[in-house]
């Protein structure tokens, strides 16, 4: 499995723990392990572009993501299909804001975001209200596992 950590600001972020929450994910996830994915750290500037450009809303966010190839989680009955699963676009300001609101660490903001993102990019979505517990206990399943086997 390819995933490429890309710290484009001056946040002091573990790059090598946010890979390794991806590779969990996505082994969790059966994703191809062959598949590809990036995980990109930008400026709250270069955020609020994409966030402008690409969702028509003002202001930076916390998490972006692009998908690529579609692909979706592996299933028991079939073969996973091996591409490019796509990029997660985080922004650690936002995040670090987002998580003294929250009383957590920065870091444990910015592992649950790329666990969303991941999500995003494997087609779950939070538009409805069925979608959104499904999606987010999800989230919490992969990121408490996560963290459990790094204790």
């Not at 809303?57 to 692009?66: A, H, N, R």
């Not at 009383?103 to 649950?112: A, I, P």
């Amino acid at each position: 499995m390819s995933i490429e950590v890309n710290n484009e600001t001056t946040f002091a972020v573990d790059e090598h723990e946010l890979a390794a929450l991806a590779r969990s994910v996505l082994d969790a996830m059966r994703v191809h392990p062959q598949a590809e994915l990036s995980v990109l750290l930008v400026d709250e500037p270069a955020m609020e572009r994409l966030h402008v450009q690409w969702m028509d809303l003002p202001g930076p966010t916390d998490v972006m993501s692009f998908p690529m190839d579609e692909l979706r989680p592996g299933r028991d009955d079939e073969e996973p299909e091996p591409g490019l699963l796509g990029d997660v676009v985080l922004c650690p300001t936002v995040a670090e804001r987002q998580a003294a609101e929250a009383g957590h660490t920065t870091t444990e903001e910015l592992l649950l975001l790329t666990t969303h993102g991941i999500l995003h990019l494997l087609g779950y979505d939070h538009a409805e209200p069925d979608e959104e517990r499904e999606m987010f206990e999800l989230q919490r399943r992969l990121l408490l596992t996560f963290l459990a086997s790094r204790a």
